[in-house]
């Protein structure tokens, strides 16, 4: 059986990736595992979000004018604080 503190977190970054895009949709299984993986480097609920957000807004302003969309939480994991780039998130 799946842990509900991991689904729970992992649904609830779904929906604001999915929410930030602008249409319904599914983590892929890579991002899934990324998502899982945040969780089980203890990486606050908060502090991701907060990341998806920041992508999306950078994308928005045309920070990265080669990237067509947002299409990966991996794009967003640039975006996590500086207090969690100095601990590596594992990808």
Known sequence: ???PALLAYCERIEREF????GRPGTLSPADFARAEAWYRSEVPLETAL??????F???????????EEVNSLAYCEGF???GRRRRRVPS
């Open 18 to 21: 999915f929410r930030s895009k």
């Open 1 to 3: 059986m799946r842990d």
């Open 80 to 82: 996590f604080g500086e």
């Open 57 to 67: 807004e950078s994308h928005a302003r045309g920070r990265d004018r080669e990237v």
């Open 50 to 55: 907060s990341a998806i957000q920041r992508a």
